[in-house]
């Protein structure tokens, strides 16, 4: 099958890849359309070491079990059920999980991919799948409401304008907390702008520790400093960003501030879907640039430029 593959560093696009994950337990997914996403370009960079096929965010259409023929998006890691995580319904951390596309399981740009049938859900008719694609982030900005108890009380800042940044504080607006963006680019600030979220240039950002939440979606380094500049006394980090670069931790104003620090990745899938298919999440003006498979190197380019959102690979129109 045709697969796009990461090995030393180096993207390669193969017309004649053998898949490594075709097991009797999982499902075969055929791609119809896969995102790229921060953690891509930082694999790319060397962040967890992986080699194998890239891609986790996607649409492809059941091969076998309850949703054969339907469109389903799938969650991205793959536990094994019986670890103590697993036992505690973590699975999400069970100690012995691949993870697709980033942890020792090929992901979806490629042909097909194989995902254990409890990951997948199925998408509903009437959602479009280039805006399913955006399952897995939207999940993933979910996450931080199932961690806190942000509500219409607080004050929240998220620092970075990119495709998380955008996502996560669609998200936190729905619990109708006063959301910040702050950002580098005055055109995707105005995106957010047009969704009636307040949102504020990098250059003239005057840090004041006021913020009771800060989320960290800037994808640099220099995000979790600012943070700390930008929380309350007593009030809460959210880290999205991971990045393969160093990271030097001044820790003493946590200490000092008494500042709690949340680590947040990957989140529910369901809520995820229903934001999309009901609206509440627009994901449309998201969408940057649309690339076939063959042209996924060049689609990889143009997803490292700054002034770039979301980059689609399309796979397959019908399968």
């Not at 934001?275 to 190197?297: C, F, G, N, R």
């Amino acid at each position: 099958m045709r697969a796009i593959t990461l090995f030393d560093g180096e993207l390669h696009f193969n017309a004649d890849y053998a898949p490594h994950h075709a097991a009797v337990n999982l499902v075969e997914v055929k791609v119809l359309t896969a995102g790229i996403c921060e953690t891509d370009l930082q694999l790319k960079q060397g962040y967890m070491g992986f080699n194998g096929v890239l891609g986790h965010e996607f649409v492809g259409v059941a091969q076998t079990g309850p949703f054969t023929g339907e469109r389903v998006v799938g969650e991205i890691n793959c536990a094994c059920g019986h670890c103590d995580f697993c036992r505690r319904d973590l699975p999400r951390h069970c100690e012995n999980r691949t993870v697709i596309g980033i942890l020792n399981h090929d992901g979806a740009f490629a042909d097909s991919l194989f995902v254990p049938q409890e990951n997948l859900h199925r998408v509903p008719d009437h959602v479009s799948t280039k805006h399913a694609v955006f399952t897995e982030p939207v999940a993933a900005a979910c996450r931080i409401l199932e961690q806190t108890n942000i509500n219409g009380d607080h004050n929240v800042v998220i620092l970075g304008d990119g495709r998380l940044g955008n996502l996560c504080a669609q998200v936190i607006s729905t619990t109708r907390a006063n959301v910040l963006v702050v950002g580098k680019h005055e055109w995707k600030l105005q995106r957010l702008n047009e969704l009636g979220i307040q949102t504020e240039l990098l250059a003239g950002f005057q840090p004041a520790s006021t913020a009771d939440f800060v989320v960290d979606c800037t994808g640099s380094p220099s995000g979790f400093p600012l943070s700390l500049q930008t929380v309350k006394p007593c009030g809460t980090v959210i880290l999205k960003t991971t990045v393969a670069a160093e990271q030097p931790l001044q820790l003493a104003p946590v200490v000092i501030n008494e500042v709690r620090i949340i680590g947040s990745r990957c989140g529910p899938f369901a809520p995820a879907l229903k934001m999309i298919a009901d609206k509440t999440i627009h994901v449309e003006s998201l969408i940057t640039a649309e690339y076939p498979l063959e042209q996924a190197i060049q689609a990889f380019r143009h997803a490292e430029q700054p002034d770039t959102l979301k980059v689609l690979l399309h796979v397959s129109d019908s399968v």
